[in-house]
């Protein structure tokens, strides 16, 4: 019993969590890539 | 192609409806009296093995398949197959995954009307009719029309028909809805509901004690026990039929082959994950299954009623005989038994909604109906069908009937074919490459090898077998074939009449269904032809 209620409820708790925590993909915005230079010192 | 491009609004969201497409009144009802039945060490090894060998290779089918489908904007099992096999003769292929829900729909609908009612009527004290089963027994008998044809549309049948009448309205507005403000609206909120109810109904089970101190073996350890002790592993595990049940419960529980996941899953993005969401879906119908159904109906059943109370009863003894007396003997009937049914009620009714898209999404994309021509359209041939279901009530029949024709051998076809256009037509490479589009977990590599040899293998076996103990009733201990009452209703010495019109009815629904397949054919025909021109076209 342990074992088949065990593996289950792992198994759906897992998944649970890894759809739960899914990051949102970052957003690019196309044709806009902006890229600064850092100000060399005096 | 269906003209309105409709996509689920999250992937919780059609994890959910998935999910609630597969956990029903088998999560609940018929898995736990198997188990008990074969004795659950053997028959959980066998289950288990199923799983890792049929339900989520084909599960992975079903979703990759259904999401590659619908890029190009075919959702209905016919429209799934026209596309997937440039073949004239491809999308009638298809026609079964159209009519498996369809029919399936129409007597099941009439079993959650069941659940609303007994729900009811234990919220309003009308189900405590003592301790002995053959009251409910008979109450259930009169409640669906049992003992006579037509007696459910009489007046003395505590108003089944009813509760089906609101149970139909209720699926076919939500199914009207569409498909994010409808189907996954509900689900977001009946699946939580479900599982929590399910915690409580455990808990209250596990917290029974021994009722009865004249009955001291009677408890809830002693309940557990008999349901989870493994009993005679090495004798259970050479029992052909133990792999049947076992498979086929793996088969029918998680929905595969109904023609339900693949138009879900047709609704998901181009990079929409399916290997996590569709083993996301699997695990939460076994969780329900194995965690909570697991722990309810049979140990509690055991506590009230001992082994002899449980032995023998089928799924709908246990759950429309045998589980009303033992919550009307809990303290707080009227809350613990409302709860049960309507925990069953909710578990029916997202597997109801699930059926429904497929034939939605058929006359939609098929015959370019309007969504609320679609579903005037589903509402009358289904209710044709459901109201034959309730008029040929007398041992439910014409419900049997159905569910073994449908229900049961169509499901195992249609999966066969899946699984095998899958790892030979498609190719294990391409569909390898095709599930792994946007996936957010890698399957493990072996199952190439398991969904191409295997799957196919120990799914025909399974049919085999099946065909073998429930068609022609072989005993595997003197060969002898006597054929069950599934093939003597249709064509013995003493056939059953309503059995014969049942069968006639479906074979009715197939030819228009493939019809109705043939004029899309054409639709579908002419908008390929149209598309050829245009890219053509400088």
Same mark, same amino acid.
């Given at each position: 019993m342990l074992l088949s209620v065990g593996t289950v409820t792992l198994l759906f708790g897992w998944c649970l969590y890894r759809v739960l925590a899914e990051k949102p993909p970052v957003e690019h915005l196309h044709g806009l890539n902006i890229d600064t230079h850092d100000i060399e010192p005096d | 192609m269906s003209g309105i491009k409709e996509v689920w609004s999250s992937r919780l969201g059609v994890i959910l409806a998935v999910a609630g497409s597969a956990v029903g009144l088998g999560n609940f009802l018929r898995f736990p009296g198997l188990a008990a039945q074969y004795g659950s060490g053997a028959f959980m090894l066998a289950y288990f093995i199923s799983l890792l060998i049929i339900g989520f290779p084909i599960c992975w089918v079903e979703w990759t398949l259904g999401r590659y489908a619908g890029q190009k904007g075919f959702h209905s099992s016919p429209g799934i197959f026209y596309f997937l096999i440039r073949h004239p003769l491809g999308k009638y292929i298809g026609v079964l995954g159209a009519i498996i829900p369809v029919g399936?729909? *129409? =007597? =099941?609908? =009439?079993?959650?009307?069941?659940?609303? @009612? =007994?729900?009811w009527y234990f919220l309003t004290g009308k189900l405590s009719l003592g301790k002995d089963v053959s009251a409910y027994g008979d109450f259930w008998a009169r409640f669906v029309g049992a003992t006579n044809d037509g007696l459910a549309f009489s007046g003395v049948n505590n108003g089944a028909v009813a509760f089906l009448g609101i149970v139909f309205v209720l699926n076919f507005f939500l199914i009207y809805r569409g498909l994010v403000k409808g189907i996954e609206w509900f689900c977001k909120f009946a699946m939580p509901a479900l599982v929590l109810i399910a915690v409580v109904i455990v808990i209250r089970v596990l917290t029974l004690g021994t009722p009865n101190p004249a009955l001291p073996e009677q408890n809830v350890l002693n309940g557990l026990g008999y349901m989870w002790n493994p009993g005679d592993w090495t004798t259970q595990l050479k029992n052909p039929q133990l792999w049947l049940a076992a498979a086929g419960q793996i088969f029918f529980s998680l929905s595969v082959g109904f023609g339900v996941i693949i138009t879900y899953a047709s609704y998901l993005a181009k990079k929409d994950d399916v290997v996590l969401s569709g083993l996301s879906a699997s695990s939460a119908n076994e969780f329900c299954e194995v965690a909570l159904g697991g722990m309810i109906t049979v140990p509690a059943a055991f506590v009230f009623l001992g082994a002899a109370g449980i032995v023998g009863q089928g799924?709908? @003894?246990?759950?429309?005989?045998?589980?009303? $007396?033992?919550?009307?003997? *809990?303290? *707080?009937?009227?809350?613990? @038994?409302? *709860?049960?049914?309507?925990?069953?009620? $909710?578990?029916?009714i997202t597997s109801s909604l699930s059926m429904l898209q497929p034939g939605i999404a058929f006359l939609e994309e098929g015959l370019g109906l309007s969504r609320k021509q679609s579903v005037t359209w589903l509402g009358l041939i289904t209710a044709i069908g459901t109201m034959f279901v309730v008029y040929f009530s007398k041992d439910l029949k014409a419900l049997d009937t159905m569910d073994f024709w449908v229900g049961t051998v169509c499901l195992f076809v249609m999966g066969t074919i899946l699984v095998i256009y899958f @790892?030979?037509? $498609?190719?294990i490479e391409r569909g390898w490459k095709e599930a792994h589009e946007g996936a957010e977990m890698r399957i493990p590599s072996i199952y190439k090898f398991i969904i191409k040899y295997i799957s196919p293998v120990y799914l025909l076996a399974i049919f085999v077998l099946f065909i073998l103990f429930n068609v022609f009733g072989w005993d595997p201990k003197t060969g002898a074939f006597t054929p069950t009452s599934y093939v003597r209703d249709l064509i013995g010495d003493d056939p059953s009449p309503v059995a014969r019109v049942t069968v006639s009815f479906l074979i009715i629904i197939f030819v228009f269904f493939t019809v109705l397949t043939a004029l899309a054919g054409k639709r579908w025909d002419k908008a390929r032809a149209a598309e050829a021109a245009q890219t053509k076209t400088p």
């Open positions: - | 399936i729909y *129409m =007597y =099941y609908v =009439y079993i959650e009307a069941w659940c609303a @009612g =007994y729900a799924t709908f @003894g246990l759950g429309f005989k045998v589980l009303p $007396l033992v919550f009307s003997e *809990m303290p *707080m009937p009227a809350l613990f @038994g409302s *709860m049960f049914f309507f925990l069953l009620f $909710l578990a029916a @790892g030979w037509i $498609l190719g």
